[in-house]
Nanobody, 125 residues
Framework: QVQLVESGGGSMQAGGSLRLSCSASDSVYSSESHCMAWFRQAPGKEREGVAVIDTTGSTRYADSVKGRFSISKDNAKTTLYLQMNSLKPEDTAMYYC?????????????????WGQGTQVTVSS
């Protein structure tokens, strides 16, 4: 069964750093998913794309996190990461790992085939 499991969320002061991890089952990571991505959803807001990485290692970021967040993956461990630096209160959200075809490059929620259950990130000022 396909599974994505996030971890690493927590509470942090503004300016701090967190690293999120997403453990993917082999069936997601090695076969169908050309792209893996991070999304986030703040209370009362729509889910939005944060960062995406494809099988070549190319990356793309939302303007709001460019220069602060970094997406990477460890093929050997089938794990996706999101390093978040210089955190701001507006980064507070539930963060979700997602996997999908090449169309996920454009960070649309409709192009994600698989979702994790989410991990909460709270940044206080």
């Amino acid at each position: 069964q396909v599974q994505l499991v996030e971890s690493g969320g927590g509470s942090m002061q503004a300016g701090g750093s967190l690293r999120l991890s997403c453990s993917a089952s082999d069936s997601v990571y090695s076969s169908e998913s050309h792209c893996m991505a991070w999304f986030r959803q703040a209370p009362g807001k729509e889910r939005e794309g944060v960062a995406v990485i494809d099988t070549t290692g190319s990356t793309r970021y939302a303007d709001s996190v460019k220069g602060r967040f970094s997406i990477s993956k460890d093929n050997a461990k089938t794990t996706l990461y999101l390093q978040m630096n210089s955190l701001k209160p507006e980064d507070t959200a539930m963060y979700y790992c997602a996997a999908g075809s090449g169309r996920l490059w454009y960070l649309s929620i409709y192009d994600a085939n698989y979702w994790g259950q989410g991990t909460q990130v709270t940044v206080s000022s």
